[in-house]
C-alpha cells in the first residue's frame, strides 16, 4: 500500500516540477498501479487542477493531455472518427469502465509499462510526448530510452500529441481471460505511406519497428502478409512469464501482424473507394 | 487535512489523512454499500460516482474528490430497489457481495446508453466479477431492467 504524509494539489506545471526534482515525491497519474506497490514517499504531486484532462484537436494533431481518462481519450468523439475501430479496441480490454474512469493517458505513458495497451497504439501512431522541461520528443524515443536519465525521471509529462499523419490503424490483443494483462499487445499502422508495427506486453514494454522490407510495396495480400508478419516477429525479443511463454508470444506477433496489416488493406480499399467516389460525383457535377 | 465534498446530496466538511482512499472514507462514514473487495482495481465491488461517473473508490484517493460530488448506493436508493428487483426476478442474486457495485455499474450504463445491447451490456460490466453466479442472470436482469426503463415492458 502506498503511504505518504503530503498531498500537493498544484497550481502550475512550474509548482510541479519544482516538487518533482524531491526523490521522495511522487506524480499522480490514475494511481491504480501506484497504489499497488508496498511503499512510503515523502508526497504526491497531484496535477489535477492544470487543465491537463482535455482533448484537443486541430488540422494538425491531437493533443492529449495528461490526465485525460482512458475513458475520455475512449469515447472522443474526434479520436473515434480519426482511428476507428482501433482506438476502442485497445483501450475496451482494460478491466472495466470504472477503472478506466480513473486511470489516466500520462499514467500509462509515463510509467512505460510492459503490459500497456495505450503505449502500444500510441507507438504504432508515430505520437509524440511533451514535456514541461524537455519539450517534445517521439513517444518511440522516450519509450526506448532506459534506464530513464534523472531529468526525464522528474519531469511531468504534460500531453501526448498525435499528428494527423495516420492513414490506416488496426489494433489486437491476446489475453488468457478477459479484462487481464494481456500476453501480447500488437498494433500497425500506416503513418505517412510507412507501414509500422508496435508490439507490446512482449512482456516488456512496447517497442516498434518500420517495414524496412518493401514486402507491401506492391499490395498487401494474405502471402505478403505473412510474410512481413513472420518478419514483424523476428526483429522482437519476447520473453516469459506466468501468462506465456517467449516462444508463444512469437508466434502470436506474426500472426497478428497478419491480421492487423490485413484489416489496414481493407480499411486502404475502403478509403480508395470512397475517395472514386467522391471524384466521380464531382466529375458528374 | 480538511475535505468538503458532496456526499449523497448532503454537503460534508471532514478531517482526513493525505493518503486516506476514497473507500475508507466512505465506510467510516456509514456507507456500508461500498464494499472492499479485491482492492487492486479489478473487481468493481466499490464502484461509486464521482461528478456522475462510476469510480473505483479502492484507487481513488479521497483527497482528490474536493469540491466533487460523491454518490453511494445509499443515495440512489430508488433507482436501486427498481434495478435490485429485476436482478432478483432472475435469481441471479446469490451471496450478493457484489451486487451493489453492480447496481452502480448497471446504473451509470442506463443513464450512459439505455439502448445497450447485449454486448455494450458485457463490455460496460466487464470490471464487475461475481464468483456465484456465472452471469446469465445478471444479463438477463440487466436486460428486463433497460426494458422496464424503456417503458416496454412493466414490473408485476
Redesign the interface.
Known amino acids: 500500500m ?6 500537493y ?1 498544484v497550481k502550475s506545471l512550474e509548482e510541479a516540477y519544482e516538487l518533482n526534482q524531491k526523490k521522495s515525491n511522487v506524480v ?1 497519474g ?3 498501479w501506484l ?2 506497490q508496498r511503499r512510503t514517499v515523502g ?2 504531486i ?1 496535477l ?1 487542477d492544470l487543465g491537463l484532462d482535455q482533448i484537443m484537436e486541430t488540422e494538425e494533431a491531437f493533443t492529449i493531455g495528461a490526465m485525460v481518462s482512458l ?1 475520455d481519450l475512449e469515447q472522443h468523439e474526434g479520436l473515434r472518427a480519426y482511428l476507428g475501430e482501433a482506438l476502442h479496441e485497445s483501450l ?2 482494460i ?5 478506466r ?2 486511470a489516466t493517458v500520462g499514467g500509462s505513458i509515463f510509467g512505460r509499462f510492459g503490459f500497456s495497451d495505450v503505449l502500444t497504439l500510441f507507438l504504432a501512431l508515430d505520437a509524440k510526448v511533451k514535456f514541461y522541461h524537455a519539450g517534445e520528443m517521439p513517444l518511440s524515443v522516450y519509450a526506448s530510452a532506459a534506464p530513464l536519465d534523472k531529468e526525464l525521471k522528474n519531469d511531468i509529462l504534460e500531453a501526448v500529441i498525435l499528428p494527423k499523419h495516420v492513414e490506416a490503424v488496426a489494433y489486437r490483443s491476446v489475453r488468457n481471460s ?2 487481464d494483462f494481456p500476453v501480447l499487445t500488437c498494433c500497425a499502422a500506416k503513418v505517412n505511406g510507412v507501414y509500422r508495427v508496435s508490439v507490446g506486453a512482449r512482456p516488456m514494454r512496447a517497442a516498434y519497428t518500420a517495414d524496412l522490407t518493401d514486402m507491401l510495396k506492391d499490395g498487401i495480400t494474405p502471402e505478403t502478409a505473412a510474410a512481413f508478419g513472420k518478419w514483424v516477429s523476428e526483429q522482437f525479443a519476447t520473453g516469459s512469464n506466468v501468462r506465456a511463454s517467449a516462444d508463444y508470444r512469437k508466434k502470436m506477433i506474426a500472426v497478428l501482424t497478419k491480421r492487423n496489416v490485413m484489416e489496414l488493406a481493407e480499411t486502404e480499399k475502403a478509403v480508395h473507394a470512397q475517395t472514386a467516389a467522391v471524384q466521380t460525383k464531382g466529375g458528374q457535377a | 487535512m480538511e475535505l468538503k465534498f458532496t456526499l449523497n446530496e448532503v454537503p460534508r466538511v471532514v478531517e482526513i489523512s493525505a493518503d486516506t482512499l476514497l473507500l475508507d472514507l466512505l465506510r467510516s462514514m456509514k456507507c456500508y454499500s461500498v464494499k472492499r473487495g479485491c482492492e487492486t482495481g479489478n473487481c468493481g465491488l466499490c464502484t461509486v460516482f464521482v461528478d456522475e461517473r462510476p469510480v473505483l473508490s479502492c484507487s481513488t484517493l479521497a483527497a482528490r474528490v474536493e469540491g466533487r460530488s460523491v454518490v453511494t448506493l445509499e443515495g440512489l436508493r430508488e433507482e436501486a430497489e427498481e434495478y435490485g428487483a429485476y436482478i432478483a426476478d432472475e435469481g441471479a442474486e446469490q451471496c450478493g457481495f457484489c451486487n451493489p457495485g453492480l447496481m452502480m455499474n448497471a446504473i451509470a450504463l442506463y443513464r450512459e446508453n439505455p439502448e445497450a445491447t447485449d454486448d455494450e451490456i458485457k463490455e460496460y460490466l466487464a470490471g464487475n466479477l461475481c464468483r456465484c453466479s456465472g452471469y446469465e442472470g445478471q444479463l438477463r436482469g440487466i436486460r428486463s431492467y433497460l426494458e422496464f426503463k424503456k417503458g416496454e415492458v412493466r414490473h408485476e
Request: proline fraction near 0%; glycine fraction near 10%; charged fraction near 30%.
Open positions: 502506498l503511504k505518504f504524509k503530503q498531498y494539489r499522480l490514475g494511481m491504480l497504489k499497488l508526497g504526491v497531484d489535477s475513458r475496451r480490454h478491466v472495466g469502465v470504472q477503472f474512469n480513473v478477459e479484462t
